[in-house]
């Protein structure tokens, strides 16, 4: 008897099996669209939060910009 | 930060390279002035001297601050700050840098020195999206 293959390894192979459906086809199309519409915004700039407790600040304290340097003098 | 005034505010953390005599001395100095209520001062004349940062011009930058020599000098020798210096390696490390300096502008990371007009971009960038 044929072992099942576990379904994570059948996924790619559903979107083709899938793509073969006019209707799911569509549905394809649109997720795609709106993945690819959106990635812009999930493939931005990685933000990084940076711990500033006790730490001298040169400006205000409310300033828009906080700018942090890792720095060696020499 | 003259360009953007009461826009920007700046925050130092020091990672001072292991192999080089005097980053940690530096570093100590900087924190030892900052007790003495002279931290960006120091900071300047640092940047402005580097790499005349041996002891003995550490302690001659302290006296053109007129800090109190004999307290700097001895924060100098016994590493006073070495945990706090420590724990902003630690960091650096964490955060996988490798490379000074490394300037976070509103968490966006911007590795070495880079012309004015490139980190001017990025801040006129995060003004437009801090609005938003």
């Known amino acids: 008897m044929k072992a099942k293959r576990d379904i994570k390894y059948n996924v790619p192979f559903c979107f083709l099996f899938l793509g073969g459906f006019p209707m799911c086809r569509k549905l394809l199309l649109a997720f795609l669209f709106v993945f690819f519409l959106f990635s812009p915004g999930y493939a931005a700039e990685e933000r990084y939060s940076i711990p500033i407790d006790n730490c001298p600040i040169l400006g205000p304290e409310n300033a828009q910009i906080t700018i942090i340097e890792f720095l060696d003098f020499q | ?132």
């Open chain 2, 1 to 132: 930060m003259a360009e953007y005034p009461g826009k920007i505010r700046l925050i130092l953390k020091n990672y001072p390279y292991r192999y080089r005599d005097y980053s940690h001395l530096a570093a100590e100095s900087l924190l030892a002035a900052g007790d003495q209520g002279k931290y960006w001062e120091m900071h300047d004349i640092m940047i402005t001297n580097s790499p005349k940062l041996d002891r003995e011009s550490l302690i001659s930058y302290a006296e053109e601050l007129k800090l109190d020599k004999k307290q700097f000098t001895s924060d100098l020798d016994s590493m006073k700050h070495r945990k706090l210096i420590q724990q902003d390696e630690d960091l650096a490390v964490a955060m996988d840098l490798y490379n000074t300096p490394t300037f976070f502008i509103n968490g966006r990371r911007v590795i070495g020195n880079r012309p004015y007009e490139y980190f001017k971009k990025i801040i006129e960038e995060e003004l437009a999206y801090v609005k938003k």
